[in-house]
């Protein structure tokens, strides 16, 4: 299965709507993107029986049960993992060679190069311009991710993370994305929940710096 192709299709659309959402019954997916429960089930059925999604009565208040579809482990293959056990590994070594102080050396450039390349992408004019332009960013690179308006700014949603198992042992991989979004957005914003301390995804509140909140 060659993953980028997987994505485009109906298939690849409903397991990363899954990935986002966490779980969903068909009719929810069918009317995501506009298709009948029956041609979403029909999909679904082909996805369970790859083991990619398995099913599971939900009980929605006094209504009889509904059937939810969600993720299997066997789907996080299908988003990048960035050799992220190489990774650790490397790391770790040069902490042990040269200290904190290494290690901080090694992210900063890391940071600066991941900088340079997010301002080539997030020129727009306007804030949420900037703000979509980011998250398409994120997206490129594996990242399930999505912003809505909040009060005072933005909410951007990451529902999954490429370096979430390095960033449980270095959690100075975090910072990398700190640095993108001072760099690209200006302004201020919070990091409210994190995958790699316990959460089911990585959320952050914007104050962008500038005027306008639409294109």
Known sequence: MQVDRFFK??????????RRRGSASAA??????GLSPNAVRQQLVVLERDELV?????RRGPTKPTLEFSLTPNADRLFPQQYDKMLSAVLREVKDRYGHSGLEQIFDGIARRAV?????????GSTQGKVEQLTDVLRSNGVV??????????????????????AKEHPEMCQVIHHVMDET?????????????????CRFELQPQALETTR
């Open 145 to 166: 991710a999505e912003y809505s308006l909040i009060d005072g700014g933005f909410e951007l949603v990451e529902h999954n993370c490429p370096y979430s198992d390095v």
């Open 185 to 201: 957005l200006g302004g201020a914003h919070t990091q409210t929940e994190s995958i790699a301390t316990g959460g089911k995804a």
């Open 28 to 33: 929810e997916l069918a009317a995501v993107f």
């Open 116 to 124: 340079d390349k997010a301002k080539r992408r997030v020129t727009a």
């Open 54 to 58: 398995v099913e599971k009565s939900v």
């Open 9 to 18: 299709s109906t298939r690849g659309k409903i397991v990363a709507e899954l």
